[in-house]
């Protein structure tokens, strides 16, 4: 298995390596051949130990919560609530990406962990854009944060929820005309790496994103007869 490293990951992700140098992700390469890196203070560390394996990553220090990627870090909730707005995306790789393009971002380790959102991560933030990949997984991303939402505002009301996907992209010299996009990740390597590009895309997608209604148990409906 090749290592993992600082430099190795850049080039996978297509972003500069100082990018992943930046103090606050506090990035660490092990002499084991893998890489660790922060959720923030006081909460879990990641490792990631291949960079073409399923088995890509594992938890550290696990007597400690986990929470959203970026939620702990600096600067970057402040970020979504200065834009109003924020990317619900799977893992921390597409949170790289948007992140390096300016979008403000909160990763889901995994579509079925939506329960590491809380309500503090999305008080007062008056969109939710949840980026649904392709396949059951992306469905179940999706109906996992609705219900999630649905359980953290039932005293009041909860910000939209919008389901956008990342689309087709025209990609010259491909055989074929187009390529579906599965995630932030891929919409990006399409680009070639060109933020102007890829912004645009995003934002087209962004502005015909579907409403989607947070999932509330029938139960809070029931009105009691007098």
């Known amino acids: 298995m090749t290592a993992v490293t600082i430099a190795a990951l850049a080039n996978y992700c297509r972003l500069p ?32 130990v291949s960079l073409d394996d399923e088995t890509t990553y594992a938890w550290t220090h696990h007597n400690r919560p986990i929470v959203p990627y970026g939620a702990n870090l600096d600067g970057w909730l402040d970020h979504i609530h200065q834009e109003g707005y924020v990317l619900l ?12 393009n300016d979008f403000p971002v909160l990763g889901v380790p995994g579509a079925t962990m939506v329960k590491v959102l809380e309500r503090e991560h999305l008080e007062g933030i008056k969109k939710v854009y949840i980026v649904q990949e392709i ?38 010299g491909d055989i074929k005309a187009s390529h579906k996009l599965d995630d932030p990740m891929e919409l990006w390597v399409a680009c070639d790496g060109d933020k102007s590009r890829f912004s645009a895309h995003l934002h087209r997608q962004l502005s015909i994103a579907q409403r989607v209604q947070p999932t509330v148990k029938a139960a809070l409906f029931l009105l009691v007869e007098i």
């Open 135 to 172: 396949g059951k997984s992306g469905e179940d991303f999706v109906d996992g944060v609705r219900a999630r939402v649905g359980a953290l505002f039932t005293d009041e009301a909860p910000p939209m929820l919008l389901a956008t996907t990342m689309g087709d992209l025209d990609r010259p």
């Open 89 to 100: 995306v799977e893992g921390e790789t597409d949170s790289w990406v948007l992140r390096y």
């Open 17 to 48: 390596e100082e990018f992943f140098r930046q103090q606050d992700l506090d990035f660490y390469e092990h002499p084991g051949g893998y890489i660790s890196f922060t959720y923030g203070d006081g909460v879990r560390r990641r490792k990631r």
